[in-house]
Structure formats: structure tokens, C-alpha cells
């Protein structure tokens, strides 16, 4: 949320007309979590005022973290959303509304058949085969058959209904486009956004993190976890080590503060496995770190790892093969943002799509080990070239500035008279 939704939110009422009025968020909130971070709602609240940014949160029963509603709680769900689509069309008077997410958008749907206000659906993921496939940390399978049957038959209403439409990727445009209702002019990508730091600050930062970290003389893997699947990763790993280009290689793993239930578990998990494997004993540090932290740490880093596996229990199924492949990830954007070429998975999806066309990384787990031996060799040899072409792909495709300027276009063609 603070990089995806509020530090972009900023960005755009930083470039926001002055007669186009306002900007207010919306939040749907899990009821439980409206009571447990309450000072955290209302210090938002505090921090995007200055912004000329408005937050409202509505408290709803039946919302979980990952937001998957089967069929038995979208009733409950569908009833809560008329209610408060009643009260933004009789309160809030919108001239548009930008909703993100599936569950986000039938409150749009609602809005704009009771009030005529139009809306941009931001979809973020193919929610009904994410929700019926996705098994990975904590997110484990959330929509029955008959609940990802009933999800598609919405889908269907919400393009039909939305001026426009956005998808996270490239490769999520024919996969829709196959079922999309309306002219595939509607159909726009809007990716994964983040912040861009300047080179020079970058710069600063790379040589007090080494030196802080004592690994001024490494070559650095940087790895961002959310979870952590240990098979696909320590394969990644391993690679380096056999590819014989260096003795100097050490891994960085960054996880979150919160994963894996406790504010060091998942921590614990990752040292635990590597310390296991005599070769990466001595050159690994795991740390948790904070949102505002990664770019700190990753600036210390030469490359990124994306390693990822696929689960055997949805291996066959297409919905999963979907899904993985229109995935562009935070952590991506945030390597790239950084100037780390990405060393990624082929389930990486539009990740690896990008790492392939644009010549910043390998897709690792598509070559013999003597390509990668090529391409780490190719690599040290170009490290500042491949290092900018990294960092300006990401400035000018994944940054808030140009993100926030794309939804700022998608506004005004919906809703040019306003």
C-alpha cells in the first residue's frame, strides 16, 4: 500500500489541475483491522492532508487480507458495497472513480448504475485465476470452482461496465483480450510503479551500505522475500557458485518485518536454511527491513535474483500458467530502480518477458549453465552500461512520475468535461 497506493497517490495530486478538484481514497477495510490500526489510519490521514488528499475508511465484515470472497460472503459483501456506493454517490458527488481491484470495482459498478458517474477499473492481477490457483507463503488457494465461476461472470460485467480498463503487463493484454467486451482501445497497461532515486543518491548510498555491511570487495546478490520457497532460490544460488566467474559472490536477502506471522520468523527460516549449505555459510546476511529501507540496501547490491518455483498442486492447471505469466512484481521494479540487472525464474512472467527484450538480466532457468557462465562474464565487463540501462527503464517506465502521469491521461479521457 505505501508504495503501490500512497506514495503514487501523491504523485498524482502533485500534477493534478488545479479545476479538477480533489482527490479522495476510499479505503474497504477489514473490520477487525479497523479497530487494531486505528492511530495508523488516522496518521495517514494526517500525512496525505497536506496533499489535498481526503481519507475515508469504511469498516466491512468479510474482508480478508488477500481479499479472496468465495460465493458464501460475496452476498454479505455485494450487500455492504451497495450501501456504501449509495453513500459515495450521495455524499461524495464523484466525477470519476478509479477503483483497484476486483472486489474495489463493484462498488464502481453499483455507482455508476445508481448515479451515472463513470469509473476506471484497475485490475492489478487476473483476481479469479490468481484467487483460484495462488499458493504461495501465506496466500493459499481462496475461490472454489463455483466461487471462480461466479467471479468470471462479474469480470465480464465490470469490463462491460468500466470506461476503461487497466492490466499490470504486456502479457495480461491478448490473455483478456481473448473475453474482453469492448474495443481493446479501452484495454491499457498500467504497471507496477515505484520510487526512482536519483544516480548520485544511489551512488552515496551504495558506498555507506557496503561499507556498514563490510562487503566492499563482494560481488552482491540482492533478494527481496515476501516468503521465502527455498528450492528455487538456493537452485538460483547454486548457479553462481558453478558458473566459476568469481570466488567474491554474497547474498543480501531482505525479508519484511511482518512475514511469516512474527516480526523475525521468516528471517529465522531463511539463516536456518542457508546455513545449512557449507558454500553460503560466510557469505550471506539476512535482514528485515521496511518499505522505506529496500532502496538503501538494494543500492548496495550489483544484481537481483527472482527465483521462483511453481507449485506441483496447480502445476497443470492453465488458470495458475495465466496468472504467473502477467506477474510484474514490486521487488522487480525496485531492482531495476536500483540498477540491478535481474538474474530471474522463467515463472517470473512479465518480468522475464522484460529481462528478455530489453538485455537486463537472464532468464536463468532457460540456458545451459555455460550461457550464464557467458552472461555473468558479459556482465562484469559492462557492469555501468547494463547498470544505466536498468535505471532508466525503470525512471522512465515504472517511476511515480510516469505512472502517475499515465492514470492522470486515463482520468481526463474518461471524464474529459470535468
Not at 98 to 116: D, K, M, Q, T
Not at 354 to 369: A, C, F, H, S, T
Request: hydrophobic share 45%.
Amino acid at each position: 500500500l505505501r508504495s503501490q497506493v500512497i506514495e503514487l497517490l501523491k504523485s498524482i495530486a502533485a500534477r493534478l489541475p488545479e479545476p479538477y478538484g480533489s482527490l479522495e481514497l476510499l479505503s474497504l477495510y477489514p473490520v477487525a483491522n479497523f479497530w487494531r490500526f486505528r492511530r495508523g489510519i488516522r496518521a495517514l490521514k494526517e500525512e496525505l492532508k497536506p496533499y489535498g488528499i481526503t481519507v475515508r475508511v469504511m469498516p466491512l465484515f468479510l474482508l480478508t487480507r488477500f481479499f479472496y470472497l468465495n460465493w458464501w460472503a460475496l452476498l454479505l459483501y455485494a450487500i455492504q458495497v451497495f450501501a456504501v456506493a449509495l453513500w459515495i454517490g450521495l455524499r461524495l458527488r464523484p466525477k470519476l472513480l478509479h477503483c483497484r481491484s476486483y472486489p474495489a470495482a463493484l462498488v464502481g459498478l453499483w455507482v455508476r448504475s445508481l448515479f451515472g458517474c463513470p469509473f476506471l477499473f484497475d485490475t492489478r492481477a487476473l483476481y479469479p485465476e490468481e484467487g483460484a490457483t495462488l499458493e504461495e507463503g501465506a496466500k493459499h488457494s481462496r475461490l472454489s470452482e463455483w466461487s471462480y465461476a461466479i467471479w468470471k461472470k462479474i469480470e465480464q460485467r465490470l469490463f462491460a461496465a468500466a470506461e476503461k480498463t487497466t492490466v499490470v503487463s504486456g502479457p495480461s493484454v491478448p490473455i483478456v483480450a481473448a473475453y474482453f467486451p469492448r474495443p481493446l482501445d479501452d484495454l491499457v497497461v498500467v504497471p507496477t510503479c515505484t520510487r526512482v532515486e536519483s544516480r548520485h543518491r544511489l551512488a552515496a548510498w551504495r558506498s555507506e551500505m557496503r561499507e556498514a555491511l563490510d562487503i566492499q570487495d563482494k560481488l552482491v546478490v540482492a533478494y527481496v522475500a515476501s516468503w521465502f520457497d527455498p528450492e528455487p532460490a538456493l537452485s538460483l544460488f547454486q548457479l553462481f557458485r558453478d558458473a566459476e566467474v568469481s570466488e567474491d559472490w554474497f547474498f543480501l536477502l531482505l525479508v519484511s518485518r511482518t512475514a511469516g506471522g512474527t516480526s523475525n520468523g521468516l528471517q529465522q527460516e531463511v539463516e536456518a536454511t542457508l546455513a545449512q549449505e557449507p558454500w553460503f555459510s560466510h557469505r550471506f546476511y539476512v535482514m528485515s527491513a521496511e518499505q522505506r529501507q529496500v532502496a538503501r540496501y538494494l543500492a548496495a547490491a550489483d544484481l537481483g535474483a527472482l527465483p521462483i518455483g511453481r507449485p506441483s498442486r496447480v502445476a497443470d492447471d492453465p488458470r495458475y500458467a495465466q496468472a504467473a505469466a502477467t506477474r510484474i512484481s514490486i521487488k522487480f521494479t525496485e531492482y531495476l530502480a536500483c540498477g540491478l540487472p535481474v538474474v530471474c525464474s522463467h515463472h517470473a512472467g512479465a518480468a522475464a518477458e522484460l529481462v528478455r527484450k530489453q538485455e537486463i538480466g537472464i532468464v536463468y532457468d532457460e540456458v545451459p549453465l555455460e550461457s550464464m557462465r557467458e552472461w555473468l562474464s558479459h556482465w562484469l565487463g559492462n557492469r555501468s552500461a547494463i547498470s544505466e540501462r536498468c535505471w532508466q527503464l525503470a525512471y522512465e517506465r515504472f517511476s511515480f512520475e510516469a505512472i502517475g502521469a499515465r492514470y492522470l491521461e486515463l482520468y481526463q479521457s474518461i471524464a474529459p468535461h470535468h
